[in-house]
């Protein structure tokens, strides 16, 4: 059975920072793409950020490129989600994913195979 649990969310102030990591686990982790979705309320679930599954390439919503670093630790099954600059509207539920699809999946929900349940980050004025 696949899990992936996310931790490291919570409130902070803006221009904080926050580092989320996911651990997997029934996987083999080396083997898959993983990435970070957000959903803020009312809206639909985006793309934060991925990495390929050596961790030589990684991927960002413009929203977030140059104030977020996503990595991943091979041998301890951990992606991480390193978040400077935070502001409002970086507040949604973040959600950790895996799979196995190719490059041009990686920005959307369908490339991903599992999800973790969610860790809130809630940045306020």
């Known amino acids: 059975q696949v899990e992936l649990v996310e931790s490291g969310g919570g409130s902070v102030q803006a221009g904080g920072s926050l580092r989320l990591s996911c651990v997997a686990s029934g996987l083999t982790f080396n083997t898959y793409n993983m990435a970070w979705f957000r959903q803020a309320p009312g809206k639909d679930r985006e793309f934060v950020a991925a990495i390929r599954r050596s961790g030589g390439h990684t991927y960002y919503d413009d929203s977030v490129k140059g104030r977020s670093t996503i990595s991943r630790d091979n041998a301890k099954n951990t992606v991480y989600l390193q978040m400077n600059s935070l502001t409002p509207e970086d507040t949604a539920v973040y959600y950790c994913?895996?799979?196995?699809?190719?490059?041009?999946?990686?920005?959307?929900?369908?490339?991903?195979?599992?999800w973790g349940q969610g860790t809130q980050v809630t940045v306020s004025t």
């Open positions: 994913a895996a799979g196995l699809a190719v490059l041009s999946a990686t920005r959307v929900e369908s490339g991903y195979r599992h």
